[in-house]
């Protein structure tokens, strides 16, 4: 398995912009195919977005498509969410994932971060 751990969360106003951070330890990095999701209090957790093992494909929900852009830096080992014009039903715990290929199922990804907090309040 791939031990995953996400930073950059925090609170912002609505219309701003955040960074999301996921570095992987483990198995080999570049392998493998990573994915946002969240989780709002009282929902289930939601595909977000994903990212091909060499980037050049990606998905997203159609509530972030357009706002949300998912990268990668293989040699870095690290995973990027860059989210803009955030709103406030943006709100909710990030996760990122990995898996052996790249879906907007939960089922697909067998390692997990611990998630970061992201809330956008005026």
């Known amino acids: 398995q791939v031990q995953l751990v996400e930073s950059g969360g925090g609170l912002v106003q609505p219309g701003d912009s955040l960074r999301l951070s996921c570095v992987a330890s483990g198995r080999t990095f570049g392998t493998g195919a990573m994915g946002w999701f969240r989780q709002a209090p009282g929902k289930e957790r939601e595909f977000v977005t994903a990212?091909?093992?060499?980037?050049?494909?990606?998905s997203y929900a159609d509530s972030v498509k357009g706002r949300f852009t998912i990268s990668r830096d293989n040699p870095k080992n690290t995973v990027y969410l860059r989210m803009n014009s955030l709103k406030p039903e943006d709100t909710a715990v990030y996760y990122c994932?990995?898996?052996?290929?790249?879906?907007?199922?939960?089922?697909?990804?067998?390692?997990w971060g611990q998630g970061t907090q992201v809330t956008v309040s005026s």
């Open positions: 994932a990995a898996g052996p290929r790249s879906s907007s199922s939960l089922n697909d990804y067998d390692s």
């Open positions: 990212i091909s093992w060499s980037g050049g494909m990606a």
